[in-house]
């Protein structure tokens, strides 16, 4: 499946340790007038750069992800395995679940802290 495919520039916005969750925005600017953020939760294991210039998100496999980067045996199977393609590269996720949602929150509010949200069902 896939969850996003943009020619937008996203950014690495927020982390919640404590929650295990991470949002990735594309920010309104001039040229946009919604937020388009990704936000993941249940996040065990990222492989990402801070900027991308252009996102496709779509459902991936552990396996896969396995064979780009030893480490993620470490970080929970049973998790589902997101990429994110950007140009030529790929890059990883692995997380409970994953949300696109379109906003014009403030530029220093998300989903996150409005609701305190804690996954899907949280």
Request: avoid cysteine; charged fraction near 20%; charge should be negative.
């Given at each position: 499946m896939t969850y996003t495919n ?117």
């Amino acid at each position: 499946m896939t969850y996003t495919n943009s020619d937008r520039t996203f950014q690495v916005w927020l982390y919640k340790v404590s929650h295990g969750q991470l949002l990735i925005r594309s920010p309104k600017s001039e040229g946009q007038s919604t937020n388009l953020d990704l936000m993941f939760f249940g996040v065990r294991f990222i492989h990402l750069p801070m900027l991308f210039r252009g996102l496709e998100v779509a459902d991936s496999s552990v396996e896969e992800v396995s064979r780009s980067t030893t480490i993620v045996e470490h970080y929970g199977l049973s998790s589902k395995a997101y990429g994110l393609f950007s140009g030529s590269g790929r890059y990883w996720v692995l997380a409970d679940s994953v949300e696109v949602e379109e906003n014009d929150l403030d530029i220093f509010s998300s989903r996150l802290d409005i609701r305190g949200h804690v996954g899907p069902e949280g």
